[in-house]
């Protein structure tokens, strides 16, 4: 009786082993989704699931995984794996990772090496690739011999193997992921007696969609091999739910495993979890469960969404004021610098909604200061200037070229407070292609830009604001107060409904009031409903 117990638990391990070689994936956030990731791959994960993915990274990263599977009979499939990930600048992303799917029977071992970079920007598409070392050996005890049938005459093999990822952004909330796994399909048979024994090429493709807090994934594998004449096509499916800031939670499945996990993290560590439970394949498997561990070292770069900078002006003026000084040449001539500030001028200009003020009369006022325009790059500088050209804002910046890409980064400066209200960069990788990026970085700046109103008096529940139809604005409109807290930010003070609107004021009755409303509080139109 004990040894056909030994011999069934050979025969299922060996039976699962010989079905899934080299199929085992780490990271326990992509097994909660069910194995979807192809077209997420936006964390260390992407060593394994699409190594396109790294282009998007940007700190060095360090991450362990250890998952357990009972198979039952008393035996467990164990797989351990380390990963690290090292940001190379504009040469791109690298990544190395060890795994190992062991028992007391069998070692699988897989080194990889990864890369990952952006190859365009609009569209936004990143590509990478893995070169994989695969061995595989059956460890000679007790078991096995028991019938040398299992060892097929030998005990280990090597192999290598390549994928290949990429990873488009069809906007900010819908990508598209692809990868071929596998691209030459090593053969990892033993000996020649036994035949081949091939890792088969799997493609993989999928997309995912942003919606609020829950980012859904569909995903279809195709692996090259069929099984009783059917093509081997698995399709999975996932959904992740941002619960609070340190929270997600998630859940997927596919033709093969019904899967759920959470992950809990700070800035720089992350802590994921998956249980997976199998639906098909061998009886008496009774799932896994999988934890890992990242490490992310230095700090994170926010994601700055597109928010609307508050910006007031005087009563009766209805447009910005502006000046741009020429730009600050760092590594091009001041020529080119001075064209790219010429570039700004005729953007804004354009936009009319500003008054951008002459090159010319800017030189004027500056040979009178025996100042030079790209000499004046402090806040403190632009406000004296600002207030010698009676503007509202004056934007300074400076033109960078590293290596073939120029960057265009400004700064907006409220003449009035005396500090950088606004901060953008335009990237190129050609002088060619400056106008366009100048362009669009006023259209980026231009979109941020809320020109707002005043509360200029207050009558009980009614308050008069200094806008009226030629800002157009009709009775009925919904807009908010705010006030600046001592944190410089900017909150909701009232919500308040336009009842009276002539030509430029308005009177408003107030809806909800969160705190007093003071003289000059701002009133923002970008909050109409």
């Known amino acids: 009786m004990k040894t056909f117990i030994i011999i069934l638990a050979v025969f299922l391990m060996l039976t699962t082993i010989c079905y899934g ?53 008393g035996v467990n499939l164990n797989y351990g794996y380390i990963g690290a990930i090292q940001p190379a600048g504009d040469l791109g992303i690298f990544g190395a990772s060890v795994s190992q799917s062991y028992s007391e029977l069998y070692r699988e071992y897989i080194i990889s090496l990864s890369y990952g970079t952006k190859i365009t920007k609009k569209p936004l598409v990143y590509a ?22 299992f060892l097929n005459n030998g005990y280990s093999k090597t192999g290598i193997s390549f994928d290949i990822g990429i990873l488009a952004y069809i906007n900010k909330f ?58 081997d096509i698995n399709f999975l499916l ?42 098909t394949g061998v009886t008496g498997v009774y799932g896994s469960h999988s934890l890992q561990l990242t490490y992310k070292f230095g700090t994170s770069k926010i994601e700055r969404p597109l ?24 590594n091009v001539s001041e020529m080119l610098s001075s064209t790219v500030a010429e570039f700004l001028r005729l953007e804004f200009f354009k936009l009319q909604r500003y008054d951008v003020v002459e090159r010319q009369n800017i030189e004027i006022i500056l040979k009178e200061q025996a100042l030079q325009q790209t000499g004046c790059t402090s806040a403190k500088c632009a406000v004296e200037l600002g207030r010698l050209l009676n503007v509202h804002y004056i934007i300074v910046g400076s033109l960078n070229r590293l290596g073939n890409q120029y960057a265009v980064n400004v700064r907006i400066v409220d003449v009035e407070k005396g500090r950088i209200v606004l901060s953008e960069v335009g990237e190129c990788d050609s002088e060619e ?28 529940d009614e308050i008069m604001i200094d806008k009226g139809s030629q800002d157009k604005l009709n009775e009925g409109d919904k807009v908010t107060v705010q006030s600046e807290n001592k944190e410089g930010e900017m909150e909701i003070t009232a919500e308040i409904q336009l009842i009276k609107v002539e030509k430029e004021k308005s009177r408003a009755k107030i809806i909800k009031k969160y705190k007093e409303i003071q003289i000059n509080d701002i009133v923002n139109f970008e909050f109409v409903e």
């Open 238 to 279: 996932g959904t992740e739910y941002k619960f609070s800031q340190n929270i997600d939670l998630r859940i997927g499945g596919n033709l093969n495993n019904l899967s759920t996990g959470a992950s809990y993290n700070t800035e720089n560590i992350q802590v994921d979890y998956a249980l997976r439970y199998p639906i």
């Open 128 to 149: 990478g690739g893995n070169i994989k070392s695969l061995s595989k050996k059956y460890i000679e005890n007790s078991y096995t011999q028991i019938d040398p049938l």
């Open 21 to 73: 070689a080299f199929t085992d994936k780490p990271g326990a956030r992509p097994i909660g989704l069910g194995g979807a990731y192809v077209a997420i791959a936006d964390d260390i994960n992407s060593l394994f699931y699409n190594p396109a993915g790294l282009g998007r990274l940007y700190r060095t990263e360090i991450t362990g995984v250890y998952d357990q599977q009972s198979v039952g009979l």
């Open 433 to 460: 292609e400056l106008p366009a990026t100048t362009k669009g970085l006023v259209e980026r700046i231009n979109n941020q830009i809320s020109v707002v109103g005043k509360v200029v008096s207050i009558e009980q």
């Open 174 to 231: 819908w990508t598209l992921g692809a990868m071929l796994e596998n691209v030459n399909s090593p053969d990892m048979a033993l000996n020649s007696s036994s035949g081949e024994e091939r890792v088969e090429l799997n493609t993989k493709i999928g997309s995912s969609y942003k919606l609020g807090d829950w980012t859904p994934i569909a995903e279809v594998n195709i692996k090259n091999r069929k099984i009783n004449g059917k093509q």
């Open 307 to 330: 928010t609307k900078v508050v910006l007031s002006l005087p009563s009766g003026v209805k447009r910005m004021a502006i000046a741009i000084l020429d730009l600050s040449a760092n």
